[in-house]
């Protein structure tokens, strides 16, 4: 029997962990802001990382710390707050279905940016895929009017930094181990973060127990959704491509609705064709 490729294994663990941070975050916010749990979301992971892994920053040259510094703030730093922002009013499913949108940006910043190639059939599938998005957004807005939908862009751009932060890696750090990777992006981002929380009333709220309890999904949320995923994130995309690695976004919807609905939320009709167009426009997309 043929053995399944690791890196198909390793998109199907990353499936799980990241479809379900979207519930995580939702579960944070009860009782934080977003300025909150993205920031310590961030001390949550820079702390556990630098003390499992510290010794690894010595495999990065001098000349990648600006990669590091600049891949730390486009695939965590940013998306951190936007994801974060974005689900105080719309739906953790939709925020995942919207995420998924990382292999047409990938795919649209690779061949402007970084040139890569890329055939007529991919374009269409941008295209489709973009056209999904709009109705999943539109459709939501109507059917939720209780919901600010213009927050939906958020996850768009975070979506966008995501697919920067493949292509950087890609072209830039495909030589650095994966764990340095990380532990460097999360030594570059403890300062800013503490910076962050500490501007806030954090300190003032900290003891309440509905704090305490949203602290404790955040940690759940940092050293899986964040530590382990992004290590086996970074060794995906260096065994495989950028549009492969962003590809895990197709698991992401169908886990994050999952959980939204055990939640209590639920999708419409449209919303869910919304969601369906966008799959197809990233499956053609990223076909080969």
Not at 135 to 152: D, E, F, R
Not at 255 to 276: K, M, R, Y
Request: some cysteine; charged content about 10%.
């Amino acid at each position: 029997m043929k053995a399944v490729p690791s890196k198909w294994i390793i998109l199907f663990f990353l499936s799980l962990i990241w479809g379900s941070s979207f519930i995580l975050i939702k579960k944070g916010l009860v009782g934080l802001t977003p300025f909150q749990l993205g920031s310590l979301r961030m001390i949550f992971a820079a702390v556990f990382l630098l003390a499992v892994g510290f010794k690894s920053l010595r495999n990065i040259k001098q000349h990648q710390w600006k990669y590091i510094a600049i891949t730390a703030m486009m695939g965590t730093f940013f998306p951190a707050f936007l994801f974060s922002i974005a689900q105080t009013q719309i739906d953790s499913s939709i925020s995942a279905v919207l995420n998924s949108l990382t292999p047409l940006a990938a795919l649209v910043l690779g061949a402007l940016v970084f040139g890569l190639n890329f055939q007529r059939r991919q374009i269409f599938g941008v295209t489709i895929g973009l056209l999904g998005s709009v109705l999943l957004i539109l459709s939501g807005a109507v059917n939720h009017p209780g919901q600010n939908y213009w927050y939906a862009t958020l996850a768009v751009a975070g979506a966008i930094c995501y697919a920067v932060n493949v292509n950087l890696i890609k072209k830039y750090l495909s030589d650095v181990n994966p764990l340095s990777i990380t532990v460097g992006n999360f030594a570059v981002l403890l300062v800013p973060a503490l910076i962050i929380l500490f501007t806030t009333d954090f300190h003032e709220v900290a003891h309440l127990p509905n704090v305490t309890t949203s602290m404790l999904f955040v940690s759940i949320l940092a050293v899986f959704g964040t530590c382990v995923a992004n290590v086996l994130y970074f060794k995906l995309i260096q065994i495989s491509s950028p549009i492969f690695a962003s590809s895990v976004t197709y698991m992401l919807p169908i886990v994050a609705c999952f959980w939204g609905i055990l939640d209590g939320e639920s999708l419409t009709l449209v919303q869910a064709l919304g969601a369906f167009i966008v799959l197809i426009g990233i499956y053609l997309s990223a076909k080969k």
